[in-house]
């Protein structure tokens, strides 16, 4: 890219939470940035208006009779759907960035070959490195592209991790705000409501990572995520309860000092970082403000309130396919708990039973890693149907002896 030429971005999930974020960014910035290809599910109505202030050369979604809609409302506008489409987004010839926002284990597929054509990947969804971490970061080392995260807690780590060198790293600390339930009397959570798990208390996020937050798992992925971004082990890779959320993360070094990042809690920050590493700019975004925070706040993970998290460990220490496992397991949990199939308490006790039935093996195709994926997902489905009669007397988290 020459200099003073804008950065060319292929948004995928360009109708989520992320997405929206990234076209405000871009929005703020028309200088520095221009969207080149863009993604969406089936939220066409949403992507109309993208796609009239962006104009994108090329553009994907879920499905065929959306495709056709879009060809005939936007003459000349290349149109895909389906998984083909999502990877002809990421790998669209004029773009230097792709920002990866689809939820869930169908970002694998696109962001493995964006970095396998050398294209910097901005990640926000953890999903990618959990169910194929190590073949990402491969790719991305033999092709030399770099992989940037947009998660608020491995930018925080990122922007951490640039005060010294990896062998002076002791440990990462993980913050997390503990969710809407981080004070709810645990003789109670049988009663949890879909809204009451989607109120999430600093946040405002999309209603699967909510879910995610309010079991929990999300901080879970998120060490996994953290494992293969910082090539640290999870032994070295910790989660404290920081209920403000203005802290995002941490790092402690050898030498027994600590470096943390704090901002206002608000996703464009993270979306700019990796848009415009490895320099900073002047932005309009909100300054934090330290005198009105009074106190931030630090507590130990209650493992007896968020068991996910011990999950998620677990399948990281097994490895393979295990963390696949994990995530197929927990994505069909989540939506079958926010169709008001199974109750809050069955979503980690479907992926805890899935991963104690979990034949690990490792991974060394992307083909693999869906073939898991796919398996995970049907086992799980098929305990849903005794999870609903409210059978979910929460089992070990972990494997077998």
């Not at 495709?67 to 409302?73: I, P, V």
């Not at 493995?112 to 970061?137: D, F, H």
């Not at 006790?349 to 039935?357: C, K, N, P, S």
Request: with cysteine; glycine share 8%.
């Amino acid at each position: 890219m020459s200099a003073g030429a804008p950065r060319r971005l292929a948004l995928l999930g360009a109708t989520g939470s992320i997405g929206r974020s990234a076209l405000s960014v871009v929005e703020a910035f028309p200088d520095r940035f221009r969207v080149v290809s863009m993604s969406a599910g089936r939220n066409v109505e949403a992507l109309l208006p993208a796609i009239s202030a962006c104009r994108p050369a090329l553009v994907s979604v879920s499905r065929r009779e959306d495709a056709e809609r879009l060809r005939a409302e936007f003459p000349g506008l290349r149109v895909g759907w389906g998984e083909q489409g999502l990877v002809d987004v990421a790998t669209c010839e004029e773009a230097d960035v792709v920002l990866g926002g689809v939820v869930g284990s169908a970002g694998l597929l696109p962001a493995l070959q964006a970095v396998r054509l050398g294209k910097t990947l901005a990640l926000a969804n953890k999903e990618v490195l959990v169910v194929g971490g190590e073949l990402v970061m491969e790719a991305a080392r033999a092709s030399g592209a770099a992989v940037l995260p947009v998660d608020s807690e491995h930018c925080a780590l990122h922007q951490a991790l640039r005060s010294g060198a990896p062998d002076e790293v002791r440990r990462l600390v993980l913050t997390a705000s503990g969710g809407p339930f981080r004070t709810r009397p645990l003789d109670t959570f049988a009663g949890i409501t879909v809204e009451d798990a989607l109120a999430h208390p600093t946040w405002r996020m999309g209603p699967k990572i909510t879910v995610d937050s309010a079991t929990m798992m999300n901080k879970g992925l998120e060490v996994i995520e953290a494992r293969w971004l910082f090539d640290v082990p999870g032994s070295r890779i910790d989660v404290v309860i920081h209920p403000q959320s203005i802290v995002h993360s941490m790092v402690e070094w050898v030498d027994g000092s600590v470096v943390a990042q704090l901002s206002p809690n608000d996703m464009r920050f993270p979306i700019l970082y990796a848009l415009t590493h490895p320099r900073r700019i002047e932005t309009p975004l909100p300054r934090l403000d330290l005198l009105s925070l009074g106190r931030l706040d630090f507590a130990p993970l209650e493992e007896a309130r968020y068991p996910a998290v011990k999950l998620a460990y677990a399948a990281l220490e097994a490895g393979g396919s295990a963390p696949a496992a994990l995530n197929a397991a927990n994505e069909v949990a989540v939506a079958a708990f926010l169709d008001g199939r199974i109750p809050f308490g069955a979503v980690v006790e479907a992926t805890a039973r899935v991963l104690d039935r979990h034949d690990v093996t490792p991974l060394t195709t992307v083909e693999e890693a869906l073939l898991v994926d796919t398996r995970a997902r049907r086992e799980a489905e098929a305990l849903l149907p005794e999870l609903a009669r409210g059978s979910t007397t929460p089992t070990r988290p972990g494997f077998p002896e």
